[in-house]
């Protein structure tokens, strides 16, 4: 077959990427093989640790640790001082959102998809706050459905809290139109970004979010226990961090302190220095590449995934999103979801892994308003990434071809 992206430098990424000599890695939205230059950064920092002392190591790398905010705005569009770096994308966005100035009856319209830990956390603050969480449901193509959006927004509402790049399922949710209808209503946008940064091209200013999360293993190749949070001047200005410490505040006189005016306020003292700079050279990474292409070719992949799987007897693929050009900014990207009648996904993730082929499972236990309400079973989670190849995908298709004869 002709190569479909002859400008896409596959080979030279694929040599980046040491990994791909040992596995399929079909597992990029767990967390992605990170590419050398990742894995150098972040054990010699840890070495130069070893060598001469922690604090002394971080203060040698200091101008390099201060210009991983600056690769994270560029990437993204913001400015230095609206990131945070943060351990994760989970506490990226609990800072956000529990830090939040909610009233009684606030009202929080999220989505079918919406990330578990964030709904959890959504469900813990209407018990704490008395906020009123409110879904809104899918279209046909099973993405936010934006009319019911923005009759909910007339309605009022204090937030719209959106997952990107769902857990499972192909879905890229129309992130653009989204920010479009928040700024008609004047209502705080909250961006769970975790599975669409570095899968899909991202500018804040053009999505229009106060606040994005995201982590560092996912799309963006870097280290794992490493995340960023993003949020605008009038997130800043909004939102308190809920718990401070020494680096997000002074401690002015015996009775005051003053918290810091930037998004550092929302980052620990401690952290993994090592790590920090390892995302940073992720995003440089990815920052050295053409992300239009990249993505293009991980939405590729992911469709010609979907399609050559459902020639498998039995197997269906069960992802939401709309067909490329009927969804605006959204989609389908590289994360594919699919059973096979009479198979049990675990048992079949586990025999995929026994032929050095990575994945995982998807079950409705983590997502009731969407795998649940749609009374799926456990799938199993392929998740395909732009250094991947048809290749690959050939072998995938073909091992779970035989491990589920018909
Ligand atoms: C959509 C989404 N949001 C947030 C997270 C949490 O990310 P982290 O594990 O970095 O906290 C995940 C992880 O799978 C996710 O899929």
């Known amino acids: 077959m002709p190569n479909p992206d002859p400008a896409f430098p596959i080979e030279s990424l ?37 060598e001469i002392g922690g604090y002394e190591a971080a203060n040698e790398a200091g101008a390099r640790l201060d210009s991983v905010y600056d690769s994270i705005a560029a990437f993204i569009g913001g400015r230095p001082d609206q990131v945070a770096v943060i351990e994760n994308a989970t506490r990226a966005w609990d800072m956000a959102v529990y830090g939040y100035p909610f009233k009684v009856g606030d009202r929080v319209l999220t989505a079918r998809a919406e990330y578990v830990s964030n709904m959890l956390a959504l469900l813990q603050l209407q018990q704490r706050h008395g906020i009123e969480i409110v879904l809104i ?24 809290s959106l997952t990107h790049v769902p857990t499972s399922g192909g879905l890229i949710n129309p992130a653009t139109e989204v920010g479009a209808l928040c700024a008609a209503y004047d209502t705080f946008y909250v ?107 991980t939405v590729r992949l992911g469709e010609l995934l979907r399609e050559q799987l459902q020639t498998v ?39 995929l892994s026994d032929r050095s082929i990575n994945t995982t499972s998807s079950g409705a236990a983590r997502a009731h308003f969407d795998l649940g309400a749609r009374n799926l079973p456990t799938l199993i989670r392929a998740s395909v990434h732009y250094y991947n190849t048809e290749d690959e995908i050939d072998a995938f298709v073909a091992a779970v071809a035989d491990l589920t004869p018909s």
């Open 137 to 160: 449901d899918d279209d046909e193509h099973g993405q936010i459905d934006l009319t019911m959006l923005e009759r909910e927004l007339a309605a009022g509402a204090t937030m719209v």
């Open 14 to 50: 694929r040599r980046d990427t040491p990994g791909v000599e040992n596995v399929i890695h079909f597992n990029n939205a767990g967390s992605s093989l990170p590419p050398q230059i990742v894995v150098d950064t972040t054990i010699g920092h840890l070495q130069r640790e070893a």
């Open 313 to 351: 007897p039995g197997l269906r693929v069960h992802d939401k999103g709309a067909p490329s050009g009927a969804g605006g900014s959204g989609g389908r990207g590289g994360i594919v979801t699919f059973d096979v009648s009479g198979f049990d996904s675990d048992a079949l993730k586990q025999a």
């Open 191 to 297: 961006l769970d970004a975790c599975q669409s940064v570095g899968q899909v091209p991202i500018d804040v200013g053009e999505i229009g979010c106060d606040v994005l999360s995201t982590t560092g293993r996912k799309y963006l190749r870097g280290p794992r226990g490493t995340g960023w949070l993003y949020t605008s001047d009038r997130a800043l200005e909004r939102i308190e961090p809920p718990f401070l410490d020494l680096h997000a505040a002074d401690w002015v006189t015996e009775r005051t302190y003053e918290i810091r005016a930037d998004a550092k306020r929302f980052e620990n003292w401690e952290t993994n220095f090592a790590g920090k700079l390892g995302l940073g050279a992720a995003v440089d990474y990815a920052l050295a590449l053409d992300m239009d292409a990249a993505s293009a070719r």
